[in-house]
């Protein structure tokens, strides 16, 4: 009996354990997604507003989304929020050109968050991954405003 006890919790620990690699891979591929500078974008410098909050990493979709969720408490004014959404812009662009077609997706509140918070889709003919962007009941804030930027851009390329 000791022994098929042992077994059977053996067996349900690398049953537990191959689900956390799963989850772990998953994790890795969002994050990546996130960080990753597509090839084809560049940080506007010429025109790019002088504000120290503008020296962070503003060539992936997290240091874009970063500043961008924080605009009211970071008090940037309307001429660097322009210039933060025509970069949300061109990195949709970007990332469309690498032959990688981006749409994020606002999930959660009272329904909780999905499992896969990445995977893909057939839209209009084309393979896009969709990034679920996660969020509590209090709502994303400027964060929707991100995401209709983002998305817009992505949209009006898969036409």
């Known amino acids: 009996m000791r022994i098929t006890l042992k077994i059977l919790f053996l067996l349900i620990s690398f049953v537990c354990k191959a689900q956390d690699a799963d989850q772990i891979r998953i994790d890795t591929i969002y994050n990546n997604l996130l960080n990753r500078t597509p090839k084809n974008f560049k940080v506007d410098e010429i025109s790019k507003p002088k504000n120290r909050f503008f020296t962070l990493n503003l060539n992936t979709i997290g240091g874009l989304e970063s500043i961008y969720q924080f605009q009211n408490e970071l008090k940037l004014n309307k001429t660097e929020i322009d210039w933060l959404k025509q970069q949300i812009d061109q990195i949709a662009l970007a990332f469309y050109l690498e032959k990688n077609p981006i749409l994020i997706r606002k999930v959660g509140g009272i329904d909780g968050c999905p499992n896969e918070n990445v995977y893909k889709e ?38």
């Open 122 to 159: 057939i839209i209009k003919g084309k393979e896009v991954t969709i990034l679920h962007f996660c969020f509590t009941c209090s709502g994303a804030g400027k964060l929707d405003e991100f995401i209709r930027i983002f998305n817009h851009r992505t949209d009006s390329l898969l036409k």
